[in-house]
């Protein structure tokens, strides 16, 4: 069983759509996070969610939208896509909490806006 | 706040070449400190890490000193295969926030 899931792993659109990326994990953790990786690799994180319940909201545009339905899953909506937003999005999840938690990825979706 | 800085990169060796990857860290407190791997068209995955000042995280031949006095956690493996080549990336968490490096590439040369 994968630990970490998350779909599409690909995903190719054009601008000005609207698309949504999902992440569940089955090791009960309690905190999930969005990050995204640009083409230099370098990994920002965009939100953190804890049982539910967002933690860390970073400077992100208005056209992203996290959705937390339980602590198992956090999904990415995207409304009106440009072509900066064109990345690798990789969900991540923790025990959080504390400061020995250690985060489990997902192997990433990979959006490609035209 | 908290952050993370990492040498940059691209990093060449070749095989059985020993390496140093630098990391420096801000956070108030106390974090934890961590090194992070991701092999081509992967998720990042967990290489070592370290709760305390002193601590010594170590797999798969890496090692990493937490040092408190001078806010770092380098990389070190004596003796470097094909097979690391690989993206590292220096991360801490501290109060739930968790903070990455900006990587670095390292391509390890037969």
């Known amino acids: 069983d994968t630990a970490v899931s998350q779909t599409p792993k690909y995903l190719v659109t054009q601008m000005g759509n609207d698309k949504s990326i999902k992440c569940e994990q089955n090791l009960g953790h309690d905190t999930m996070y969005w990050y995204k990786q640009d083409s230099k690799k370098f990994l920002k994180i965009m939100f953190s969610?804890?049982?539910?319940?967002?933690?860390i909201n970073e400077t992100v545009p208005n056209r992203f939208s996290p959705k937390s339905p339980d602590k198992a899953h956090l999904n990415l909506h995207i409304n009106s896509l440009e072509l900066g937003d064109s990345a690798v999005y990789f969900c991540a999840s923790s025990l959080g909490g504390t400061n020995t938690g250690e985060l489990f990825f997902g192997e990433g979706s990979r959006l490609t806006v035209l | 706040g908290n952050s993370v800085t990492q040498m940059e990169g691209p990093v060449t060796l070749s095989e059985e070449a020993f390496l140093t990857i630098n990391c420096t860290y801000t956070?108030?407190?106390?974090?934890?400190l961590f090194w992070y791997v991701q092999y081509p068209g992967e998720g990042l995955q967990l290489l070592l890490k370290a709760t305390k000042a002193d601590d010594k995280g170590s797999n798969k031949g890496f090692e990493a000193t937490y040092r408190k006095e001078t806010t770092s956690f380098h990389l070190e493996k004596g003796s470097v295969q094909v097979s690391d080549s690989a993206v590292y990336f220096c991360a801490l968490i501290n109060n739930n926030d968790m903070r990455f490096g900006a990587g670095t590439r390292l391509t390890v040369k037969p």
């Open positions: 956070a108030t407190g106390y974090p934890s």
């Open positions: 969610y804890n049982n539910k319940e967002l933690i």
